[in-house]
């Protein structure tokens, strides 16, 4: 079976241009999160959907990100304008439902580099 | 907003000893799981515990959840290099809320 698809795996780009990652869920499965990952603070989720529906967004650091997901099997993450303090990991995982004890299946992340 | 703290944030150690790490928190948990995420790569699902005083095992790995559901560990029997790695604890309480992810420990087995 397929797992969680991230693409790009890398991303280089100049600050104040607008950056879209993208992830495709496991089939099936209802509640997609995305996540940030850096030294400094670790893993932090941004923002998690349930039937495509955004849940909260309260980890989204600012107006600059927006996340869609228009339907059960897509979803992105967008940065406009990119400043390098943006540049990190970021994770989108999914799960069947949200939370409790199920698993959270992860990608491989995007390695966003903002110059 | 419940934190979780994870003890050692590092650990190095030679191949074939004993370990352990410590995840912890004020806040009672319904569930917590622990990850590992391997360079490059994002985390996977280890082991899932839900039973205050729950122990689980999974081959060289002990995972105990605190009595009081607010703490769990994770052992590990002669290290291997494979297991190498970030090990990650998360939490959610109320069965779904407020779930946060550790800071992690880092653990690096040298053969």
């Known amino acids: 079976d397929a797992g969680v698809i991230q693409s790009p795996r890398h991303e280089v780009t100049e600050m104040g241009q607008e950056v879209t990652l993208r992830c495709k869920p496991i089939s099936g499965h209802n509640s997609l999160f995305w996540y940030r990952q850096t030294m400094m603070r670790g893993l932090e989720l941004l923002i998690y959907?349930?039937?495509?529906?955004?849940?909260?967004d309260s980890g989204m650091p600012e107006d600059r990100f927006s996340a869609k997901m228009p339907n059960a099997s897509f979803s992105t993450l967008k940065i406009q304008p990119s400043e390098p303090r943006d540049s990190a990991v970021y994770f989108c995982?999914?799960?069947?439902?949200?939370?409790?004890?199920?698993?959270?299946?992860f990608g491989d992340g995007t390695r966003l580099s903002i110059l | 907003t419940q934190l979780l703290e994870q003890s050692p944030q590092f650990l190095s150690i030679q191949e074939g000893e004993n370990l352990t790490v410590y995840c912890n928190s004020s806040?009672?948990?319904?569930?917590l799981q622990w990850y590992r995420q391997e360079p490059g790569e994002g985390p996977v699902l280890l082991v899932t515990?839900?039973?205050?005083?729950e122990v689980k095992k999974l081959k060289r790995l002990t995972f105990q959840f605190g009595d009081a559901r607010k703490d769990s560990s994770l052992h590990i029997t002669a290290a291997q290099p494979g297991d190498t790695g970030l090990y990650l604890c998360a939490g959610a309480e109320n069965y779904g809320q407020n779930f946060v992810f550790g800071p992690g420990t880092r653990l690096s087995v040298l053969p």
């Open positions: 806040s009672v948990f319904s569930s």
């Open positions: 995982a999914s799960s069947f439902y949200v939370w409790g004890d199920q698993p959270q299946h």
């Open positions: 959907f349930n039937n495509n529906v955004p849940i909260d």
């Open positions: 515990v839900v039973t205050g005083g």
